[in-house]
């Protein structure tokens, strides 16, 4: 149940440890529990208003806290509580906290997808459209940019206009080429099947930007919406999705100074049980099955070799040619990507982006609400 903004209270009833909110722009009832009510108290003696935390912790308070009455008028709630605290509670501030942030529908692509977002250089002190360039990124996990200058420095600057740069031990801002300055096929000329990047961090780039500096032959791109590969599995089997979703599994990254390791699903999901985070690359899987005993090691690879063929079916597949000036800004936690392989020079620009530094702009330009 979704409720609307600047609803109007029709009643409110006490009940032993709820009450109940009735208002007239919805059929269902707020039920708010009433030591919820009392700890987000957001008087002056309760919350610091300024640094926007409680003053008080849960246990200043007395288990079995309820009204001692209660009024409503004007979209606002009094309450006169059993330990003789008066707090007065907004409904648009109630509905708010009471359901969860309302995002843009995701929607599951296959294929080239002409629906992306692209705008301008010149478009970045546009809120409306920095906004829809967030919008699709959430709504289709892909979106770009163009009339950047071929360089790193412009890269970071239209990067920047928006999101701080998640730096990992990569760097801030990189730049790949076929030199081994990492242990990673990335930075070879070789084909990279569909993957989400950082399986061995526990904070996955939220997103992953790309731009094509210069190129000589091959190296195209490869996109694919890894929702819409685990909507096929689904349809398929649901226990291999409630298998991908249960079952841990180690990735990491190795080189001379360095052994990063990460155990996590390669499903995850919000609260509110939407998939929320694919986390998928077959390359820096870990050998360490344990602690999935070996007997139910069947089942997962079984449900791992079922999302492997929905992700490489070719018909899911987006392949496209990123040219120098055009920046793509990738979903990480929803998006797969790739590339063929290359011959001669190819210089690839980019950086991370976190995933709570995106989803803050989003709430700020008002995409989440
Ligand atoms: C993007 N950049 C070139 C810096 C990293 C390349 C390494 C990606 C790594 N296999 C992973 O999946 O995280
Ligand atoms: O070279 C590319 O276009 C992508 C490389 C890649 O997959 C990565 O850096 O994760």
């Not at 409904?91 to 929607?107: A, N, R, T």
């Not at 790309?210 to 996109?223: A, N, P, T």
């Amino acid at each position: 149940m979704t409720y609307k903004r600047s609803e109007k209270i029709k009643h409110v009833n006490n009940f032993n440890d709820h009450l109940e909110v009735i208002t007239d722009g919805s059929s269902s009832t707020l039920k708010l529990n009433y030591f919820w009510l009392r700890e987000n108290c957001r008087c002056e003696k309760c919350f610091n208003n300024t640094t926007n935390q409680r003053h008080l912790t849960i246990i200043d308070l007395p288990d079995d806290v309820k009204p001692d009455s209660c009024s409503f008028n004007d979209g606002k709630i009094k309450i006169l509580w059993s330990d003789k605290h008066n707090s007065i509670y907004s409904l648009d501030w109630i509905i708010k906290y009471s359901q969860p942030e309302i995002l843009p529908d995701p929607i599951l692509w296959s294929g080239k997808l002409s629906e992306a977002t692209t705008i301008t250089c010149n478009d970045l002190n546009s809120k409306t459209k920095v906004a829809d360039l967030i919008r699709s990124l959430i709504v289709y996990g892909v979106g770009f940019v163009n009339g950047l200058e071929p360089t790193i420095d412009s890269t970071e600057k239209v990067v920047t206009s928006m999101f701080p740069v998640q730096r990992t031990f990569f760097g801030d801002m990189w730049k790949v080429e076929k030199y081994l300055t990492f242990l990673d096929t990335a930075y070879t000329n070789e084909f990279i099947g569909a993957h989400t990047d950082n399986t061995y961090f526990n904070d996955a780039a939220g997103l992953q930007i790309f731009h094509v500096m210069k190129f000589e032959e091959g190296g195209q791109s490869l996109l694919v919406d890894g929702f819409r590969a685990v909507n096929d599995v689904e349809n398929v089997n649901p226990d291999f999705v409630k298998c991908l979703k249960n079952v841990k599994v180690e990735s990491y990254y190795s080189d001379e100074t360095r052994l990063i390791t990460h155990f996590d699903s390669i499903l995850k999901y919000s609260p509110c049980n939407r998939l929320n985070q694919i986390r998928y690359n077959l390359y820096d899987r870990s050998p360490r099955m344990v602690p999935l005993p070996a007997e139910q090691q069947g089942l997962f690879y079984r449900s791992l070799r079922c999302l492997a063929r929905n992700i490489q079916n070719p018909n899911g597949e987006w392949w496209l040619k990123l040219e120098p000036g055009t920046a793509v800004f990738i979903n990480n936690w929803r998006v797969l990507h790739g590339r063929a392989s290359y011959k001669g020079s190819r210089i690839l620009g980019g950086c991370y982006v976190s995933m709570g530094d995106f989803l803050s702009k989003a709430r700020m330009l008002k995409v989440i609400i």
